[in-house]
């Protein structure tokens, strides 16, 4: 069996900075993982993935097994062959967008109706396994019970019972899997909504099951920043030191360098790509939109302090014409910049740990995006 | 003022192949140029060109008038610096899409509607040469009438006649203008629909004003094949030799070695980057609907026999599944096969004309491609 190798270089406070290893090879941490849904982040291929210098994918485990379905992804080599990608990718368990779906939940798993042609689908702790293994992530998340923000706590209280179940369950599936334990590692993830008694208690049951990784699940979904934080600082420290945490659907400035501070070293989100299709330009000033009529005439690139930016030989007057005319090619090249430059941002976030400064950083952040 | 040079290099019967010679640069003939309506080829960028291979880019007239207007791209250096391509630009003259706006034209100019804001809009012969000096293409399109491809012969006439006064007006225009005639080439346009008469006409007339080059409008518009070939095939003698001559809006592998064979150097389409987008591929078997469902599980190429292809790193179970899901880098990526594949047709063609071969190459095409 292969397990995730978390090696810590160094540390900053409660901050690390390392490398994980799976079977696949290495990749360093703190680390934004860009989303590709359906096996393609939008806009972009895996020659562009490698020539931005991503190391880690997200897909989607929900939208795969339904389109085109976990089983022709293994016909054609797994994702990596499918997806001709040689890099790391992380598929979430599809509890996250189940629990958009108005699911029936039981003890036993999940039923909930597709996007794409509303059959009637069943997921159970050990389906999500199957279906991972046979898309063939490098990382497979354990299938979770994600409340909605707004849920009281009884509701809450019974997703952190439930998640904790179905990890149990999820946990000997994958064990006692033909090839899985050879091939992936698989992470618990840590329920328990803005409330820390919950969250303790809900990392507890997590990491007495015993994963190779460990994700906050549940939370920058909607609540303010200190109840989300206070959150995270609960279960962080009950995580154990060398395994690799993941604070899933993450993805600003200030949350990031927040999270590593409390510990995080893996992040994902739909942000920068999702920001970059609708003309929201990420810069080291901040963020802004290019689709305003002071863009119009600017022969400037989109960040001027980041020249190397793959957007950057055009001047925003142009993007912002291809983007106010909808031509996909502003879509595309506003989604390069922005993943460009938040991995850059990453690189600063694992230099400042290295080098102790991350206080400096995270008050140069919120200066900038607070 | 510099004039296009044209320089035969071989020829093989009526067809040439050559090198165009402006004041940016040359480029070989046959060619084939994408279309750029709005200053970019639908999901690419100027490096995706040249790493195509791409010599001249065709951009709109039309568009770019009303969006962002031809002073903002002016302002940014003209679309060579606006979208960062330093290749060659044609800029047709508008007249194609005003005519589908249902267009008040009289001997003066054309007043239509926008299709952005509804706006009135003017375009006469003269505005036509100052909106295309702006935007700064190195060929410039005379404006001309197109009729519809099932108009009466009266109007076909009635577009001939005014074609010729407009011909003269734009070419006086671009003759007096204040640096059009140092920066750009100006072509003229043929028309005449797929009246014989008409044609030779049209084209005595052009000829008699006298331009850097010489296209053929208002055809490949629907007619059948035969008719449009004789349309060509009277108008095409007539055309000096020593100059380019392009059709306008054909791209299809019979249509572009037929008219190759009839003498003509230069080719813009839409077909191979909208087929692209619709999942219709390009190949040396001819062209296939990649939606179709025994691509689902195939682990081939696009076209095992074009290994080259910027697209030849995925499977087609995967591009197929990008395509049927509406991920946008199916588009891109079937778009940039069918651009390469075309290219590379051309690259063929011209070394058909070299080698006196030019007859093979129109069987073995009229073989896969009838």
Redesign the interface.
Known sequence: MTAAVFAVEATDGAARTGTVATARGTFSTPCFMPVGT??????????DLEALGVEVVLANTY?LML??GAA?VA???GIH????WSGHVLTDSGGYQIYSLDPQVDDDGATFASVYDGSRCRLTPADAVEQQALIGADIAMVLDVCPSAVAERPVVQEAVRRTALWARRGRDAFLAHRDAPQRQCQFGIVQGGVDTGLRRESAERTVEIGFDGYAVGGLSVGEERPPMLEALEACTPLLPGDSPRYFMGLGDPVGIVESVARGIDMFDCVLPTRLGRHGTVLSDEGRYNLAAARH??S?EPLDPSFPDSPAG???R??L???L??R???A???ITLHNLAWLLRFMDQVRAAVRTGTLDDLRAAVALKWA
Do not use: I, K, M
């Open positions: 359906r096996g393609a982040v939008r806009h972009l291929d895996s020659s939208h389109r085109p022709t016909g054609l080599g062959g499918f997806a001709r119009a005439n022969d030989r055009w001047p007057g142009y912002r014409h291809l106010s005319t031509e996909p090619t879509a595309r090249l």
